[in-house]
């Protein structure tokens, strides 16, 4: 069984720092792209970042130059370092993998359960 387990997450204040992780277990035989979305109270989930393991990163405009994305191959982990932390920041963070499965070498998506960020101005 494939699980998404998040961490991370908490109270910071406006300007502070968070990082987050997801980390994937069970039976994977690679990883396409792993990334984290947000929502906040009264809207739509949003992408936040995405990274595939060749490498290529992708951040919304309005957390770029203050998140980074990386992975930890080793770990099947996907780490999120969010600085300059905005109010508007604040919204539950989900962790989303396209995994291929070893039982039957399909790519699978998932989601992880959601941290909450919470940003005080």
């Known amino acids: 069984q494939v699980r998404l387990v998040e961490s991370g997450g908490g109270l910071v204040q406006a300007g502070g720092s968070l990082r987050l992780s997801c980390l994937a277990s069970?039976?994977?035989?690679?990883?396409?792209?792993m990334g984290w979305y947000r929502q906040a109270p009264g809207k739509q989930r949003e992408l936040v970042a995405t990274l595939s393991w060749g490498g290529s990163a992708k951040y919304a405009d309005s957390v770029e130059g203050r998140f980074t994305i990386s992975n930890d191959n080793a770990k099947n982990q996907v780490d999120l370092q969010m600085n300059s932390l905005k109010p508007e920041d604040t919204a539950v963070y989900y962790c989303?993998?396209?995994?291929?499965?070893?039982?039957?070498?399909?790519?699978?998506?998932?989601w992880g359960q959601g941290t909450q960020v919470t940003v005080s101005s």
């Open positions: 069970g039976s994977i035989f690679s990883i396409n792209v």
């Open positions: 989303n993998a396209d995994l291929m499965l070893a039982r039957d070498y399909q790519f699978h998506n998932y």
